[in-house]
């Protein structure tokens, strides 16, 4: 006879098994937002902080509504850099930066940090170029060993003169996981570099996913990869 204060119901494990189910499908859909979020309100205050200190009190909405609006920091950012760009494009603009440059390539250590600026800025702003051509595979850091990287462009000058490969060197980046920012920049032969299908985009949330989060293929029927053009 069982006992009636004896509970054998599967009910209970089954209960909690389906708790702690929904409660790591919540922990999955609200750790993104809330992470988002919190680093967009980080940003705004961090702009927030920078810009506004600069911008004259008659100016500031908090003058005026009595509250501090986080976010009027990146307002008046776009406003000043969309002026500062138009003035640029300008005769006088151009006349200014020029004059400017001049004054700074006097300057030892300024040139060499203004002219590396510079360099990194255009590069990665610059709307007539691309930071990055296409995704990649080299084997990297030994044979056997494979690596997702982002052709930058073709080796020039020196290093190609000096590299004596015979072939078209291609300049790889190949980054680090979770970090896409920061990575290795190598010097591959044309024919060691597998051009990928996916977009630098997919490449890029590849890396910092660990290798948790691949592409859909467009066309399941098409090579997986192709040489570099």
Known sequence: MNDPLQDNSPSKPKLFARLRSS???GIVVILPVALTIWLLWSLLGWVDGFVLPLVPERFQPEEYIGINLRGVGI????????????????LIGRSLIRYGESIVDRMPVVRSIYSGVKQIAETVFAQQERSFEQACLVQYPRRGVWAIGF????AKGEIAMRAETGSRLLSVFVPTTPNPTSGFLLYFPEEDVSILDMTIE???KL????GLVYPTPKDPAKPLGRAAK
């Open 151 to 154: 052709v930058s462009t073709e």
């Open 202 to 204: 997919d490449a890029a």
């Open 207 to 210: 890396v910092i996913s660990a």
């Open 75 to 90: 307002i008046f950012f776009l406003i000043f850099t969309i002026i500062i760009g138009w003035v640029a494009k300008g």
């Open 23 to 25: 409660f790591l499908t």
